[in-house]
């Protein structure tokens, strides 16, 4: 079977999981308009106006929501690929991933790739609501810069991801821990409110050492209208310093693919020979 064709494959299966029928679509769009209401009125009741960067944020809807978006790309990125990993344990597909010609670290990429397509639906979804009920208008350049970001931030979270599936492997689970950690970091990176709240030596420890913090500045002064040039530097860094947690990532996935692999031979001669 070719990449292309298991890539398909993966998002179809994804797709028919998350909305089984056009009903669960329905709930998911009205479950996206009620959280997107909450935020605004809660927005409205306590602070009509917000004091943020750049002259986007001048209500904390518009700070919540562009914090929301920039993290969900990130965070599904860590857990698709830890989904894969976990999926193939439980099912007995992950002896034959092992002796695939295309290799595990290309499966099991194609495999989470393949899922973040339904968390790329849910996130145009969210930025039409945003728009048409809530007034969170963007321009072209904005929502350029905004996508430049994202993309350069890819290959970090790959790596990571791929980091991810590796620990799960070695210790065979940590699925439900990830999404835990990845809700708290949510509330520590700046999602909600700013990371100053948490003090000055706090924010400047996640400022320089959270991955996610790091995006969604970037993400958030991108659409709050920066202009590139300003900002070149941190996204050189962000690009290229992913492309270096890729590569680590990379490896650490195959020492610990084939770790547990040689763990399930070792199961299976001593179940024979019992």
Aim: charge should be positive.
């Amino acid at each position: 079977m070719s990449l292309t064709k298991a890539f398909w494959i993966g998002a179809k299966r994804e797709f028919s999981y998350g909305y089984p029928n056009k009903r669960q679509f329905a709930f998911q769009f009205l479950g996206d308009v009620i959280m997107l209401g909450i935020m605004w009125f809660t927005s409205q009741a306590f602070s009509p106006t917000f004091v943020g960067e750049g002259t986007l944020y001048q209500t904390y809807f518009a700070f919540v929501f562009s914090g929301y978006i920039s993290f969900l790309i990130p965070s599904a990125l860590l857990l698709r690929f830890t989904d894969a990993v976990t999926q193939s344990i439980q099912d007995e597909t992950f002896f034959s991933i092992a002796h695939s010609k295309k290799g595990p670290a290309k499966v099991y990429s194609i495999l989470g790739f393949s899922g973040l397509l339904f968390d790329l639906v849910r996130l145009i979804t969210l930025l039409i609501i945003a728009r048409l009920m809530f007034g969170f208008d963007l321009s072209v350049i904005q929502m350029t810069w905004w996508w430049t970001v994202q993309l350069l931030a890819v290959p970090l979270f790959w790596g990571l991801g791929l980091l991810t599936c590796g620990l799960v492997m070695n210790f065979g689970r940590g699925q439900g821990l990830m999404l835990s950690i990845t809700n708290v970091l949510a509330v520590l990176s700046g999602v909600y409110f700013p990371v100053q709240v948490f003090g000055t030596s706090m924010e400047a420890i996640l400022e320089k050492f959270s991955p996610f913090t790091v995006v969604i500045n970037l993400s958030r002064a991108s659409l709050s209208g920066f202009a590139g040039s300003e900002h070149l530097t941190s996204l050189f860094i962000l690009g290229f310093g992913g492309g270096m947690v890729l590569v680590g990532g990379f490896y650490f996935f195959l020492w610990s693919f084939r770790r547990r692999n040689q763990v399930i031979l070792d199961k299976l001669v001593y179940t024979h020979y019992e």
